[in-house]
């Protein structure tokens, strides 16, 4: 049974940050790609980075510079360092494993910056 399974969440003042894990489990083979996406309240789920088997990085505009992703496809674990954070960084983290055209999701975790 495939999981995947988010960590790392808090609370934390704005200017803070935070380090969020990722762990997929039970795939036949490594997952082709490994994301983060957000859901803020009243708001759509956003893509916030993704990055490939062989380290290829994608960002959201509004994140580069303050957030970073990186991969440890040995234990199938991907790794999102925020920084800077702010209010509206706020919102329910998740993450995405894809495997071909098969989608995976976590459960996400909580992120609040505090003013």
């Known amino acids: 049974q495939v999981q995947v399974v988010e960590s790392g969440g808090g609370l934390v003042q704005a200017g803070g940050s935070l380090r969020l894990s990722c762990a997929a489990s039970?795939?036949?083979?490594?997952?082709?790609?490994m994301g983060w996406y957000r859901r803020a309240p009243g708001k759509q789920r956003e893509l916030l980075a993704g990055?490939?088997?062989?380290?290829?990085?994608n960002y959201a505009d509004f994140v580069k510079g303050r957030f970073t992703i990186s991969r440890d496809n040995a234990k199938n674990l991907v790794y999102l360092q925020m920084n800077s954070l702010k209010p509206e960084d706020t919102a329910v983290y998740y993450c995405?494993?894809?495997?071909?055209?098969?989608?995976?999701w976590g459960q996400g975790t909580q992120v609040t910056v505090s003013s």
């Open positions: 995405r494993a894809s495997l071909g055209a098969t989608m995976f």
């Open positions: 039970g795939m036949s083979f490594d997952p082709d790609v």
């Open positions: 990055i490939t088997s062989d380290g290829r990085i």
